[in-house]
């Protein structure tokens, strides 16, 4: 029987979102803990099933309040919704090394599906002989839908936040043992 099993890399991965601010720029921010199950065939990656959690308490956008403000109820409200999940349900070739990643995305306790434009990036074996594999992936979702609904009006027009997020991972896993 063949091993498809990955454990993620996290030391070489990396859970990163950007959002609209003030209608004129935009604020970066990252996830500092997260866990993926990844079982994938690297021959036939529509096969492939994908567990992610990520840790919200982990939240990072380089600036303590507002950290803490996306920790509190008005969005994540990580007291009793501390992970968001996704889990894959369709795997979609689009052209070599493209994929759509369609999936379960749950937050704050709502869970929608959610597609992903995944690129394979390709494997090898580290100095240590660890098989690797690299995928990158990334999508837009609607904060609002999850009840990530905390918004101001400006003076000028327009709102504090926008609703849509723009998702970014990168990701490095390595074969499990056999």
Do not use: C
């Amino acid at each position: 029987m063949t091993n498809n099993k990955w454990n993620l890399d996290t030391a070489h991965s990396s859970v990163d979102f950007k959002i609209r601010h003030m209608m004129v720029s935009k604020v970066k921010g990252t996830f500092r803990t997260f866990e993926a199950t990844i079982d994938a065939d690297l021959e036939d990656l529509t096969t492939a099933t994908i567990e992610f959690s990520v840790d919200v308490n982990s939240v990072d956008t380089r600036n303590e309040d507002r950290d803490n403000h996306l920790r509190s109820g008005d969005f994540f409200d990580v007291e009793h919704f501390p992970k968001m999940t996704f889990k894959s349900t369709k795997i979609t070739k689009k052209s070599p090394g493209e994929y759509e990643v369609t999936g379960d995305l749950t937050i704050r306790g709502t869970t929608k599906p959610e597609t992903f434009l995944v690129s394979y990036e390709g494997s090898g074996k580290d100095p240590w002989g660890n098989e690797k594999v690299g995928f990158e992936a990334s999508g837009s979702i609607s904060r609002s839908e999850y009840g990530l609904t905390w918004n101001a009006a400006l003076e000028t027009g327009g709102v504090l936040v926008a609703d849509q997020v723009q998702i970014s991972l990168d990701i490095q896993a390595a074969k499990q043992g056999a």
